[in-house]
């Protein structure tokens, strides 16, 4: 028997992630022959077919109208983590749709009036027709979402160079060759015990190489597990040694 999800939240905001979930996997089976789809390998087949091209002009081109949303029992983690830790300051890397991003809002404004603290999801997109619809879906949620989210449209390694303070979270979530670099970016502003979470870090470990080197290499101040859920979640924790 399954858990009854955690996620406290209005019935019309459950009733559409339910539906928005449902539609993502119905969208990544059309993609993927297993179902789920990795950037890495969907790049790959891209390159295959169009030698001459652009794969990163094609990826993008293809993502452009598909949701990919975080799985929701990881979605549901991603509540209990931000409810657990007392976390208010949130980077999401590839907010997309925003179907993620309205599970970390709610979780931030429960912190936020358990506590008193102040604090901000920041979501971030660059394709301006995906921020569009991932507004629309958090105006259909109500205030309580919309209040808690900032999004930052365009290159999130410009948009997040500025503007950051005291990290708790920061969700991995994207095109995996932008994932290191997204992580220097936002590394310096992580506080002590923040945390990173990236998603499909064992189906997709081929193209997070890089990343998970720097993540697992001791210098670099983390400490770090592979979740079981399914295609992998790291959970990595930054506790950088004192200067």
Same mark, same amino acid.
């Given at each position: 028997?399954?858990?009854? %999800?955690?996620?406290?939240?209005?019935?019309?905001?459950?009733?559409?992630?339910?539906?928005?979930?449902?539609?993502?996997?119905?969208?990544?089976?059309?993609?993927?022959?297993?179902?789920?789809?990795?950037?890495?390998?969907?790049?790959?087949?891209?390159?295959?077919?169009?030698?001459?091209?652009?794969?990163?002009? +094609?990826?993008?081109?293809?993502?452009?109208?598909?949701?990919?949303?975080?799985?929701?029992?990881?979605?549901?983690?991603? @509540?209990?983590?931000?409810?657990?830790?007392? +976390?208010?300051?949130?980077?999401? +890397?590839?907010? %997309?749709?925003?179907?993620?991003?309205? @599970?970390?809002?709610?979780?931030?404004?429960?912190?936020?009036?358990?506590?008193?603290?102040?604090?901000?999801?920041?979501?971030?997109?660059?394709?301006?027709?995906?921020?569009?619809?991932?507004?629309? @879906?958090?105006?259909?949620?109500?205030?309580?979402?919309?209040?808690?989210?900032?999004?930052?449209?365009? =290159?999130?390694?410009?948009?997040?160079?500025?503007?950051?303070?005291?990290?708790?979270?920061?969700?991995? =979530?994207?095109?995996?060759?932008?994932?290191?670099?997204?992580?220097?970016?936002?590394?310096?502003?992580?506080?002590?015990? +923040?945390?990173?979470?990236? =998603?499909?870090?064992?189906?997709?470990?081929?193209? @997070?190489? =890089?990343?998970?080197?720097?993540?697992?290499?001791?210098?670099?101040?983390?400490?770090?597990?592979?979740?079981?859920?399914?295609?992998?979640?790291?959970?990595?924790?930054?506790?950088?040694?004192?200067?």
């Amino acid at each position: 028997m399954s858990s009854p %999800s955690p996620v406290e939240a209005p019935p019309h905001v459950l009733q559409l992630l339910s539906q928005l979930h449902r539609m993502s996997l119905e969208q990544e089976a059309t993609i993927s022959k297993t179902g789920k789809v990795f950037s890495s390998v969907v790049m790959g087949d891209l390159e295959g077919r169009r030698p001459d091209g652009n794969p990163r002009d +094609a990826f993008d081109q293809l993502m452009l109208d598909k949701f990919i949303a975080l799985d929701e029992d990881k979605c549901q983690f991603m @509540y209990q983590l931000i409810c657990s830790m007392g +976390a208010t300051n949130i980077v999401e +890397a590839g907010t %997309s749709f925003g179907v993620s991003t309205i @599970y970390l809002a709610l979780a931030v404004a429960k912190v936020k009036a358990a506590t008193g603290k102040s604090g901000i999801v920041i979501a971030t997109e660059k394709e301006h027709t995906k921020a569009a619809i991932a507004r629309k @879906y958090w105006a259909q949620c109500g205030t309580t979402v919309e209040q808690e989210i900032e999004l930052r449209e365009g =290159d999130l390694l410009e948009t997040l160079k500025s503007g950051l303070l005291n990290i708790d979270i920061l969700l991995l =979530d994207i095109w995996s060759a932008l994932a290191l670099p997204t992580l220097k970016t936002v590394q310096p502003h992580l506080r002590q015990g +923040a945390v990173v979470i990236t =998603d499909n870090t064992i189906s997709g470990a081929k193209g @997070y190489a =890089d990343l998970l080197a720097y993540l697992r290499n001791p210098e670099n101040g983390f400490q770090n597990m592979t979740l079981p859920f399914t295609n992998g979640l790291e959970m990595s924790v930054y506790m950088p040694r004192s200067q």
